[in-house]
């Protein structure tokens, strides 16, 4: 069955570095865009960015622009999400998931990780 | 602020039926398809509704949802405690190039 499996989040200081990983599991990777949303404690959903199934279209949130990097490997089955220049804002539980289709302009996830959990704090 | 306004809370008795509503604009529900997630607390969101009104494979036919104009709607009939949760309405922002949620609507079964 499909799954998504998250890793790589904890707690790091302002101002570095992050990398989640994605790693799916029960279908074709390559044939679906991807998304990664998060959720800060006690708020609700924010779409973070997205990567079409081959990875020739990303689009970022305002709130991450120039900050994070979503990239994909689909020899690995693998999703990443690069972030740098962390604030204490970007606090939340990180989801993976799996655009319905290739991703073409359209946004519904139809499986999601159970999230990872990145704590900015000094 | 959320780009899509959903109200914070709605609330029915047991078996009754409940609609949440989500109001947008032409730049995204107006001409995207929307797609509600359910979302148990503790645990990951779940889609409920993709292309404004289909159900994935396991979804009851208790859930409904449809689009008119900037707004949608989910329907949500027989009431059951588990249906307890929080819901989101989403969708993309043609303006943004982004996707874009709710703020979302906790549900409570009286």
């Known amino acids: 069955q499909v799954q998504l499996v998250e890793s790589g989040g904890g707690v790091v200081r302002p101002g570095r570095s992050l990398r989640l990983s994605c790693a799916a599991f029960?279908?074709?990777?390559?044939?679906?865009?991807m998304h990664w949303v998060r959720q800060a404690p006690g708020k609700g959903l924010e779409w973070v960015a997205v990567v079409r199934y081959d990875g020739s279209d990303i689009y970022y949130a305002d709130s991450v622009k120039g900050r994070f990097s979503i990239s994909r490997d689909n020899s690995k089955n693998t999703l990443y999400l690069q972030m740098n220049s962390l604030r204490a804002e970007d606090t939340a539980v990180y989801y993976c998931?799996?655009?319905?289709?290739?991703?073409?302009?359209?946004?519904?996830?139809?499986?999601w990780g159970q999230g990872a959990l990145v704590t900015v704090s000094s | 602020q959320s780009v899509l306004t959903q109200p914070p809370s709605v609330s029915a008795a047991a078996g009754q039926k409940v609609t949440i509503s989500c109001s947008g604009s032409?730049?995204?529900?107006?001409?995207?398809?929307v797609s509600w997630y359910q979302q148990l607390p503790g645990t990951a969101p779940k889609l409920l509704i993709y292309?404004?009104?289909q159900r994935p494979s396991g979804i009851p036919d208790r859930f409904s949802g449809s689009k008119s104009g900037t707004s949608a709607t989910l329907g949500i009939t027989g009431l059951q405690t588990g249906d307890e949760a929080d819901y989101y309405c989403g969708t993309w922002d043609r303006s943004l190039n982004a996707g874009v949620f709710g703020g979302g609507t906790t549900l409570t079964v009286l």
């Open positions: 032409s730049s995204n529900i107006g001409n995207n398809y």
């Open positions: 998931a799996r655009d319905l289709r290739g991703w073409f302009g359209e946004f519904s996830a139809d499986y």
């Open positions: 292309d404004n009104s």
């Open positions: 029960g279908f074709t990777f390559g044939d679906y865009g």
